[in-house]
């Protein structure tokens, strides 16, 4: 496991989820975003620096519903993946 050092409490057990999950690795990208994919296909991303966020894959449909919530942002990357800021 890559070690990261945050005070955020929702990145470790985020994290601890992430690995549950079937064949699943993660990796650092960018110099500071850690990644987890499956089969080399990256499914979810945070920041390990503040501002703590939250960026996923999900289905055109989700992406639509979820974009309309304030804290989430559509991600640079696709259309179907969403970022959201996370205040602890």
């Given at each position: 496991?890559?070690?990261?050092?945050?005070?955020?409490?929702?990145?470790?057990?985020?994290?601890?989820?992430?690995?549950?999950?079937?064949?699943?690795?993660?990796?650092?990208k960018w110099e500071k975003d850690l990644v987890?994919?499956?089969?080399?296909?990256?499914f979810y991303v945070t920041m390990t620096e503040?501002?703590?966020?939250?960026?996923?894959?999900?289905?055109?449909?989700?992406?639509?519903?979820?974009?309309?919530?304030?804290?989430?942002?559509?991600?640079?990357?696709?259309?179907?993946?969403?970022?959201?800021?996370?205040?602890?």
């Amino acid at each position: 496991m890559i070690q990261i050092h945050t005070n955020n409490p929702l990145f470790e057990p985020v994290r601890q989820f992430c690995l549950s999950l079937p064949f699943v690795t993660e990796d650092i990208k960018w110099e500071k975003d850690l990644v987890f994919s499956v089969h080399n296909k990256m499914f979810y991303v945070t920041m390990t620096e503040e501002p703590f966020t939250l960026s996923f894959k999900c289905s055109p449909q989700d992406a639509e519903l979820l974009v309309q919530k304030k804290e989430s942002f559509p991600h640079l990357i696709s259309q179907d993946t969403i970022g959201f800021n996370v205040k602890t």
